[in-house]
């Protein structure tokens, strides 16, 4: 029996329907996979931002914290300078911590012995085996860029770093500034005279590991002046900063 041809209009019809409504399926299909691991991979992102935050956050932190308990440490020893010393003019003693004060950039920390990751963490580290600030020869300080020495590529010729330690001040005045490869050694060989060298990675705002290093050079122009016992309060901390 043959099919009339309304029957076959209406056969070729739905057999259109279907064969249309199985090739729109598939690209649906597809997008919904697609949208479903794009849904997925933000999720993801966002749970490793998160994660990263929550670990710079952490680093701000302990930086902000031991910094400030530094700060109150010193505080309080030159508050027991005070009250012990029965002459005002004895300088007080600071149990081997050191301050450094740079106006310029507004800045006033603590320093830490050392220069390894767990001492930078905490301040600007004294490269052991130099001699401390305030001594004879070449002292070198270090300190990354995104936190302690961001600001100090704004230093220039003429401006001045305060280092107070062993209850004594020692002015220093920048003499130099320049970029060296990070196996350049002789920023911090010894010199015949008082200096201070600072040190922090560069560009200061490379984002990675920096390939190159920013010092600053300072010399002793004033030296071995009794501290002042009502040492202010710092005026910048590390919370809210940014190798």
């Known amino acids: 029996m043959f099919a009339s041809e309304d029957q076959m209009i209406h056969f070729d019809k739905d057999r259109v329907h279907r064969l249309i409504t199985q090739v729109r399926g598939l690209p649906r299909n597809d997008r919904l996979k697609q949208l479903i691991a794009r849904q997925k991979l933000s999720l993801l992102l966002m749970i490793v931002g998160l994660g990263l935050l929550a670990y710079v956050g952490h680093e701000y932190w302990t930086m902000h914290t031991e910094q400030q308990a530094l700060q109150q440490r010193w505080q309080a020893q030159q508050h027991v300078g005070v009250v012990s010393s029965p002459a005002p003019a004895m300088a007080s003693k600071d149990d081997g911590l050191t301050r450094v004060s740079i106006p310029k950039i507004n800045l006033d920390l603590i320093v830490v012995e050392g220069t390894n990751h767990k001492a930078l963490r905490l301040g600007p580290g004294h490269l052991k085996n130099t001699p401390l600030p305030g001594e004879s020869g070449n002292s070198v300080i270090s300190a ?10 704004e230093l220039a010729k003429g401006d001045e770093i305060q280092v107070r330690r ?3 001040t020692y002015t220093f005045q920048v003499i130099g500034k320049k970029i060296v490869e990070p196996d350049d ?15 922090t990675c560069y560009p200061i705002y490379y ?14 122009i004033e030296g071995a002046q009794p501290s002042s016992q ?11 900063q940014g190798s």
């Open 230 to 240: 009502s040492a202010g309060t710092p005026t910048r901390t590390v919370a809210g």
């Open 144 to 153: 990354h860029r995104d936190t302690f020495f961001r600001h100090i590529y």
């Open 207 to 220: 984002i990675g590991p920096a390939p190159q290093r920013l010092i600053v050079t300072a010399r002793l």
């Open 166 to 168: 062993d209850g004594r």
């Open 185 to 199: 050694l002789s920023v911090v060989k010894n010199t015949s005279d008082t200096r201070l060298t600072l040190i």
